[in-house]
């Protein structure tokens, strides 16, 4: 039988705020266990919980990003159940007007056409607290440090049809929240987190099969590992003349296997009722168009301006817009080379290789996007070539200690010795010397045999230690080997 897999993913994305989203509490990530939480976020009697009015900006900011509708009527309400690490016993959530209604976003697929994903809606909430386990031996201890940060759960409509397109939809969520400024997206720090709800069903059929809820899932790697896990189970499960239990899993890294938590909450299983202690926000037209006047420039509009801009290829300007930090480090490093194509080039090649081969991050780079500019603008005026610029390149790299605190390309270049050699005279005794050195592969050569050519380029480059302008020691030794 064919199968056909249908997957919708709720996303967690941590707002940046400087406080929680009821409350005056600090949402600094790092703070020793229980100093940052007050007791509004206890929810202890006698208190009342006041709105973060950046939380609600900051989700009409990716409604907007979205082309979502906007709940200018939204209201807060109480999602009821009990874990250690909810003290209050229940969640402040938002359950029938959520702040962001229906929306879209377009991922690219592989084989390079574009897919419309659906956005059901966004809702605003408070985090839960941490459980911890690894300092406590058979027993566990509560961080309340976390508990009130806001959250803004955005949720998919099953559109997704792999593993490969939901990890799409999640890398192009990623960046588009980074670019707006509204989470960090740091997933180690749990800033950006995952649900996937996955169900299989046969190819044909319209019914949804039952889904299972793989839960907070934290990169992108592991999500694409445990949907994949998640349904080859399923069928297998299905095939063998079993069903599939709605229930939420766990997906365990180590093993590269889900395996049950609990069963599945409905909706009516959480009591939702709306909340005594907050009034419904009212968003006016005027605070979305003052939004909507300070939004950023946004990944496609990015993209498109590259291409216009710079005369970048689409793919070249979608690689370079796949995060703010990589535009931003381009376009610094571009207008100090005056070379968009070069520094394009360079970008993704020979830097993205080197971060990737070392983990580091591009904002960690050792190579600045000034120095990576100084760099290729030495090779736009050819005072290096491309095979020298990578000795170049490696010395930045390597950077601080040899010759000052943060040296530039020209110093590599100059105390180095690597300069590019143009004179025309000093090429052509170098060429002399090598044909007087291989007389066999000369008469070779005149003999018909211009595949020695490539000999003979190599052996030049070789005299001149990589240094000679390959474009006038190539047309000089071509006169040259014709006598």
């Known amino acids: 039988m064919q199968w056909e897999v249908v997957i919708g993913l709720e996303v ?134 976390r508990a009130g940060t806001p959250l803004l759960e955005i949720v998919s409509d099953p559109d997704l049809r792999s593993a490969k397109e939901a990890v799409a939809y999640l890398k192009k969520l990623h960046a588009l929240v980074r670019y707006l400024e509204i989470s960090d997206g740091n997933m180690a720090e749990g800033s950006f987190r995952c649900d996937a709800n996955v169900s299989v069903r046969p190819v044909g059929q319209e019914e949804f099969g039952t889904r299972a809820e793989v839960k907070n899932v934290n990169s992108f790697k592991f999500v694409e590992k445990a949907i994949n896990f998640e349904i080859d189970r399923q069928i297998e499960l299905i095939e063998d003349g079993g069903r599939v239990v709605q229930e939420t899993r766990l997906y365990d890294a180590d093993k590269d296997e889900t395996r049950s938590m609990r069963s599945k909450e409905e909706a009516n299983d959480y009591r939702y009722f709306p909340c005594p202690d907050l009034l419904p926000i ?148 170098l060429i002399d010397g090598v044909i007087a050195q291989f007389p066999d592969q000369l008469a070779e050569y005149r003999s018909g045999k211009e595949k020695v050519f490539g000999f003979f380029v190599g052996q030049a480059m070789k005299a001149s230690k990589g240094q000679a302008n390959p474009g006038q020691l190539t047309q000089m030794l071509k006169a040259k080997l014709k006598g």
């Open 12 to 145: 967690h994305v941590q707002l940046n705020t400087k406080s929680k989203i009821f409350s005056g509490s600090s949402t600094a990530y790092g703070a020793e266990p229980n100093t940052q939480a007050c007791e509004v976020d206890l929810g202890l009697p006698g208190v009342l919980p006041v709105v973060n009015k950046t939380a609600v900006e900051k989700a009409v900011r990716f409604a907007l990003a979205i082309d979502a509708e906007i709940g200018k009527r939204n209201a807060f309400d109480r999602k009821n159940y009990f874990y250690p690490d909810s003290p209050k016993g229940y969640q402040t959530s938002q359950m029938d007007f959520p702040v962001v209604g229906i929306g879209f976003m377009d991922i690219e697929l592989e084989n390079g056409e574009t897919k419309r994903i659906g956005v059901t809606r966004a809702h605003l909430e408070e985090d839960a607290g941490k459980s911890l386990h690894e300092d406590f031996q058979g027993m566990t201890g509560i961080d309340l440090n």
């Open 282 to 429: 009212i968003i006016s037209d005027e605070w979305i168009e003052q939004i909507r006047s300070e939004m950023p420039e946004l990944p496609e509009a990015k993209c498109q301006r590259f291409i216009d801009q710079y005369g970048l290829k689409a793919y070249d300007a979608s690689v370079l817009t796949s995060s703010r930090e990589m535009a931003a480090y381009f376009e610094q490093a571009t207008e100090i080379s005056g070379d968009a194509k070069l520094t394009a080039n360079w970008v993704m090649g020979e830097l993205s290789a080197k971060l990737n081969k070392e983990s580091v991050e591009l904002e960690n780079s050792p190579v600045t996007a000034e120095q990576l500019g100084g760099m290729v603008k030495r090779i736009a005026d050819d005072t290096i070539s491309g095979k020298i610029a990578k000795k170049v390149f490696e010395a930045l790299w390597e950077g601080v200690g040899q010759f000052t605190t943060e040296w530039h390309a020209d110093e590599v270049i100059e105390k180095q010795g690597l300069k590019q050699v143009t004179d025309t005279g000093a090429i052509e005794t």
